[in-house]
């Protein structure tokens, strides 16, 4: 039944300005005339625009601007990323569901996304506060043949997307921030939280949670917040049509990890240089060992930050408290 009617919508979707008669529809989909009529019926409740005008059939004018499943698979153009996409209005926290799916075997490429999360988290277990709509929360199963110590490339790859994704749609420069922050205008506007489940030499899968804030006023934040964070809706002053930017998102990323998987972390490296965040700047580090200064150079290959120490000596961070 949700088969049909996703095909019902490919299908309406598939014939732009012109009317199919209920007739080719239920042909196409091998029901009755009936069950296209109730099909239809359901996506007008669930927010789409159809036209229906006698002898000639119907026609999709408008798909809705909240999410659902449907919604998000419409037109979706990646071959795994996303194909199999699970949508809830609220949930605890999207990294739960993915592990949850990723533990009974779902797919490579499944996502979850949801409106709300009531204990969403971020890097370090801190609270990512995600219990209110207008925001993108979501989260992605990945099954790569990777050493497991190479997965924090794939954080960096994830930043890489959405930052694309971002210039793409918007034409907004954002930068990305060491090691999965991107910031616009000096503050943050999206973070990527990688979870794994691995054996010494193996990963069982990962969990790339991306959280971006999108539609959101910005005082939706708490106090403290509120001075730290920023919005799309917030600097262009417009609602941005969340489904199109999921789906730019998820385009981007399947891109890159085929070519991560095929050609290595080196052309990744290079785009996420190009976009770092105070690169070739004095930052401070706090590490276990000593608080020092240092010239940021960029990042190894294993996700690792180079610094250039006030003796030339070129360094390598793996992590560090920095004041930027
Ligand atoms: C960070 O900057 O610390 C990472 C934030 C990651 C937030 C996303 S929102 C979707 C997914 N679900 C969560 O609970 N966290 C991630």
């Not at 732009?16 to 296209?36: F, H, M």
């Not at 990890?257 to 240089?273: R, T």
């Amino acid at each position: 039944m949700k088969k049909n009617k996703e095909r019902l919508i490919s299908l309406l979707a598939s014939s732009k300005n012109a009317y199919i008669s209920g007739e080719n529809l239920s042909e196409e989909l091998q029901v009755t005339r009936t069950s296209i009529w109730k099909y239809i019926k359901e996506l007008k409740e669930e927010g789409y625009e159809i036209e229906a005008i006698r002898k000639k059939g119907y026609m999709l004018k408008q798909i809705p601007l909240h999410l659902s499943e449907s919604v998000l698979k419409w037109d979706l153009k990646t071959a795994f990323i996303g194909q199999n996409i699970i949508y809830r209005p609220v949930l605890s926290s999207t990294q739960d569901m993915a592990h949850e799916l990723a533990r009974s075997g779902c797919e490579a490429g499944t996502l979850v996304i949801a409106d709300k999360q009531t204990s969403g988290r971020g890097r370090l277990n801190r609270e990512w506060e995600s219990n209110h709509s207008g925001g993108i929360w979501m989260s992605l199963v990945l099954r790569p043949e990777i050493a497991p110590n190479n997965a924090p490339q794939l954080t960096l790859l994830s930043a890489v997307a959405v930052s694309n994704a971002i210039e793409k749609l918007l034409a907004i420069d954002v930068q990305i921030k060491w090691p999965n922050d991107i910031f616009l205008h000096n503050k943050k506007l999206a973070g990527i939280l990688t979870e794994m489940q691995a054996e010494v030499d193996k990963i069982n899968y990962l969990v790339i949670g991306i959280g971006i804030n999108v539609n959101q006023q910005i005082e939706v934040f708490g106090e403290e917040l509120q001075s730290k964070v920023i919005s799309l809706k917030e600097l262009l002053d417009q609602e941005i049509d969340r489904k199109t930017f999921i789906h730019c998102i998820l385009e981007e990323f399947e891109l890159l990890y085929n070519d991560y998987l095929e050609n290595g972390f080196k052309p990744i490296q290079k785009s996420w240089v190009d976009k770092a965040y105070k690169i070739g700047e004095e930052i401070s580090l706090k590490t276990p060992k000593k608080n020092f200064k240092a010239i940021f150079e960029g990042i190894e290959h294993d996700g690792s930050l180079l610094v250039e120490n006030s003796n030339g000596d070129i360094e390598k961070i793996y992590s560090a408290e920095i004041d930027w």
